[in-house]
């Protein structure tokens, strides 16, 4: 069996790479070739949706990883026939927040979650008359996302009206979001800071691959209401409630996603809320406090999917 890992060309970081050694090495172990490739490398003719280099009739690939959000890539090389993981349309929906709340409205219970207008890189948000009324729903503090970014770099908690209209000036015309504040999972803490006290915050990240919840860890930051280990947060292994698993599980199905990291909040009742779905989640940081490789667990469910079981895949 022979595959295609492929990744983001113009994306370099060490942290990515490391991932993608990973990935390889667990295709090894598992009696796999697994070829890393860039979004670069593959040459689409978009008139015909046709890939044109390279000659896919001397170099298929059993499958494809897709680890990058390239979408329009991705949707040519279904349409050549490969079979990919995660597939154009889980990407799709997962790399935009927004679209991720329409797929999963009704379904799956979220924090209240409010469109924001679209408008064009130019113009930008000029006039900011429609936020009134979801304040008047939301209250403050509230969280506005950026529908496209990651490692929680493009997510702002909002205390004041002025603020918001600051920072939706300073995004140029990039789509967003607004999100109810969910408190149970904040906490303010004695330190203060320009602008009120600082608050931490925590959420429980589930790693689901081929329906299954593998890992699980509990992440916090101390010193920012975003947990995300990239901007000092710190995780713990945890064990999901049942509820917190069916709602993983859930998602990915609803999503059609073979690998993807689930984020989970508590309301004030103990419930579980969605946060976010990533696509192609780092799990680094939850084989640092779990032990547990993820990139088994894909290698083994991607080999076993296409029909290339291997003694030494991990189960």
């Given at each position: 069996?022979?595959?295609?890992?492929?990744?983001?060309?113009?994306?370099?970081?060490?942290k990515f790479?490391?991932?993608?050694?990973?990935?390889?090495?667990?295709?090894r172990?598992?009696?796999s070739?697994?070829?890393?490739?860039?979004?670069?490398?593959?040459?689409?003719?978009?008139?015909?949706?046709?890939?044109?280099?390279?000659?896919?009739?001397?170099?298929r690939?059993?499958?494809?990883?897709?680890?990058?959000?390239?979408?329009?890539?991705?949707?040519?090389?279904?349409?050549?026939g490969?079979t990919?993981?995660?597939?154009?349309?889980a990407?799709?929906?997962?790399?935009?927040?927004?679209?991720?709340?329409?797929?999963?409205?009704?379904?799956?219970?979220?924090p209240?979650?409010?469109s924001?207008?679209?408008?064009?890189?130019?113009?930008?948000?000029?006039?900011?008359?429609?936020l009134?009324?979801?304040?008047?729903?939301?209250?403050?503090?509230?969280?506005?996302?950026?529908?496209?970014?990651?490692?929680?770099?493009?997510?702002?908690?909002?205390?004041t009206?002025?603020q918001?209209?600051?920072?939706?000036?300073?995004?140029?015309?990039?789509p967003?979001?607004?999100?109810?504040?969910?408190?149970?999972?904040?906490?303010?803490?004695?330190?203060?800071?320009?602008?009120?006290?600082?608050?931490?915050?925590?959420?429980?990240?589930?790693i689901?691959?081929?329906?299954?919840?593998?890992?699980?860890m509990?992440?916090?930051?101390?010193?920012?209401f975003?947990?995300?280990?990239?901007?000092?947060?710190?995780?713990?292994?945890?064990?999901?409630?049942?509820?917190?698993?069916?709602?993983?599980l859930?998602?990915?199905?609803?999503?059609?996603?073979?690998?993807?990291?689930v984020d989970i909040l508590?309301?004030s009742?103990?419930?579980?809320l969605?946060?976010?779905?990533n696509?192609?989640?780092?799990?680094?940081?939850?084989?640092?406090c779990?032990?547990?490789?993820?990139?088994?667990?894909i290698?083994?469910?991607?080999?076993?999917?296409?029909?290339g079981?291997s003694?030494?895949?991990?189960?």
């Amino acid at each position: 069996m022979k595959g295609w890992l492929i990744v983001n060309r113009f994306l370099n970081n060490g942290k990515f790479s490391e991932l993608y050694d990973w990935l390889i090495s667990a295709a090894r172990k598992a009696g796999s070739e697994l070829t890393l490739m860039t979004n670069a490398d593959i040459t689409v003719r978009a008139d015909i949706n046709r890939i044109v280099y390279p000659d896919l009739e001397l170099s298929r690939p059993d499958y494809v990883i897709f680890w990058d959000k390239d979408v329009r890539l991705a949707r040519a090389l279904e349409a050549a026939g490969l079979t990919l993981f995660n597939c154009a349309d889980a990407i799709e929906a997962c790399d935009d927040k927004s679209l991720t709340c329409i797929k999963l409205a009704g379904l799956v219970r979220m924090p209240a979650t409010f469109s924001v207008p679209f408008t064009y890189e130019g113009p930008g948000y000029c006039n900011t008359g429609f936020l009134e009324k979801i304040e008047e729903r939301t209250g403050f503090p509230f969280v506005l996302k950026e529908c496209f970014g990651s490692f929680g770099e493009q997510v702002h908690l909002i205390s004041t009206h002025e603020q918001c209209v600051e920072i939706l000036r300073s995004l140029n015309g990039r789509p967003c979001l607004i999100q109810e504040y969910i408190r149970s999972e904040h906490s303010d803490t004695p330190e203060q800071q320009t602008g009120g006290r600082q608050i931490s915050g925590r959420d429980k990240r589930i790693i689901v691959v081929g329906g299954k919840c593998i890992a699980s860890m509990l992440r916090y930051n101390d010193s920012d209401f975003r947990a995300n280990i990239a901007l000092g947060g710190h995780a713990e292994a945890y064990t999901p409630t049942d509820r917190e698993s069916a709602m993983a599980l859930k998602v990915c199905s609803i999503l059609k996603l073979d690998y993807a990291g689930v984020d989970i909040l508590t309301d004030s009742d103990g419930e579980p809320l969605l946060c976010e779905v990533n696509s192609n989640a780092h799990f680094k940081g939850i084989f640092e406090c779990t032990g547990i490789n993820a990139a088994d667990a894909i290698i083994a469910h991607i080999l076993n999917s296409t029909g290339g079981r291997s003694q030494n895949a991990i189960l």
